[in-house]
């Protein structure tokens, strides 16, 4: 067999195939006997229904088109491999016969499209700057600030304190639907209650602005628009009949931040050493995501040198890989298209354009890293490739290996190898400035 490889304009590379006589009559052989030996031809025994039998009850082009689609499905992936390519596209055939035939060459081509090779502006190192890893006092009293929330008691309040906004009350009260039904989701019994955060409506909570303890109400809401925790809930929004009663207010007791309370609560020897160690638990956590944001900000300035227009077939493969995973997302989650663009709060329009904005990041950067790859003259050996099968959770990584190399698709395997080792080395050279974000970047 003789492959060629031929550039063309536009990224295209163009392969001719010729599989020689010899090897076209080897392969009809042997796909006949296959055929006679997986089929169940009358009169005769398995494997050995002739030729012309075959023809006449399969039809006489079958075995030639399984011939010529089993011919064409091996060697264009070997191409692929022995060239290591990776295509955007299926490749597009031409063939000189349209199937295989008795004692003659078989020849086509299969024409494909190619990323095309970008160059940088700069492979000087990149300048990044990143959140410093130290605790900022503000963060500092800012944990203990929770700490205190959390550790928080109530106490109730005299007789004549009346409910106001942000308030906390203990109450009872009871919910029926417009046919008179109980709706138990509404109902509660001596429920300690904070008015003001979105569990009830609004105007459930202004209708408790003023009570007192021991005061009752009565009283009516349409929750068809509401949107509420309660009313999340319902299976049937509408007009609902409220009866309320404030068994007591609630004053919110929050402890202060003394020596006493950082020993006896948690078992510090005191403030400040609360304070470190708060400060050592805030830096591991900003270590834990530093590694990332250090990485997305050199992606981010890498794929800024990227010199040249996008291709717009990289661009739908990635928009289509990022759409597959995101709703492959939501069936784990169980949640619907719409449901998700409510939680959000954005149309379907304005997921379509960050979808592509996305998509449009990920193929710069990734051409970016394939320019530095080029420029330092990376590449993927055979052991590295093996590795990545090996480290892999396979049951048999080289059996996996062997048909991914049969399938052409280890120039993908090479081309994430190289990717990341060139990230690797743009992050390890990359002149990295810590500085302390400000509320307004947070």
């Not at 809930?233 to 068994?247: Q, T």
Request: glycine share 4%; charged share 35%.
């Amino acid at each position: 067999m003789n492959i060629k490889v031929e550039a063309l304009e536009n990224n295209q590379v163009k392969f001719s195939f010729e599989v020689d006589a010899d090897d076209v009559d080897a392969r009809i052989k042997r796909t006949y006997r296959q055929v006679a030996k997986r089929y169940s031809f009358p009169g005769f025994r398995p494997g050995k229904a002739p030729r012309p039998v075959i023809d006449n009850i399969m039809g006489a082009d079958a075995v030639r088109t399984t011939v010529t689609e089993d011919l064409v499905n091996e060697v264009y992936p070997q191409a692929l491999e022995e060239n290591n390519i990776v295509p955007l596209q299926r490749p597009d055939y031409q063939y000189e016969l349209e199937l295989v035939e008795d004692h003659k060459p078989f020849n086509f081509t299969a024409t494909v499209q190619v990323k095309p090779e970008y160059e940088l502006s700069s492979y000087e190192p990149v300048e990044v700057e990143v959140p410093t890893s130290e605790a900022t006092d503000e963060e500092i009293d800012a944990q203990i600030e929770e700490l205190r929330n959390y550790y928080h008691d109530f106490k109730d309040a005299n007789a004549n304190t009346k409910v106001k906004p942000g308030e906390f009350v203990e109450l009872t009260l009871s919910a029926t639907d417009a046919e008179g039904n109980d709706v138990p989701a509404l109902s509660a019994d001596h429920r300690l209650y904070e008015l003001g955060q979105g569990v009830y409506p609004e105007s459930f909570d202004a209708e408790l602005i003023g009570l007192k303890k021991g005061a009752e109400k009565s009283f009516d809401l349409d929750l068809s628009e509401d949107t509420s925790a309660v009313a999340a809930s319902l299976e049937k929004k509408g007009m609902f009949h409220f009866d309320v009663k404030i068994d007591v207010i609630k004053k919110k007791i929050v402890p202060e931040a003394t020596e006493e309370w950082a020993k006896e609560t948690f078992g510090f020897e005191g403030l400040e050493d609360m304070r470190s160690k708060i400060a050592e638990s805030i830096k591991t956590q900003k270590g834990s995501s530093m590694v990332r944001r250090k990485e997305n900000e050199c992606l981010i300035a890498l794929g800024s040198r990227l010199e040249g227009e996008l291709p717009e077939a990289m661009l739908e493969r990635e928009e289509t890989n990022l759409l597959q995973n995101f709703y492959g997302q939501l069936s784990s989650m169980g949640l619907t298209f719409d449901k998700y663009l409510t939680a959000m709060d954005i149309t379907a329009d304005q997921f379509k354009e960050d979808n592509k904005k996305q998509a449009a990041d990920v193929v710069r950067q990734d051409l970016a890293l394939d320019a530095w790859a080029r420029h330092f003259d990376m590449k993927a050996t055979e052991e590295d490739v093996h590795n990545e099968f090996a480290q892999a959770d396979l049951d048999d990584p080289e059996l996996i290996e062997n048909e991914w190399r049969k399938e052409g698709r280890l120039p993908m395997i090479r081309e994430s190898i190289v990717r990341a080792n060139a990230l690797r080395d743009v992050i390890a050279q990359a002149k990295v400035t810590e500085v302390e974000e400000t509320k307004e970047a947070e």
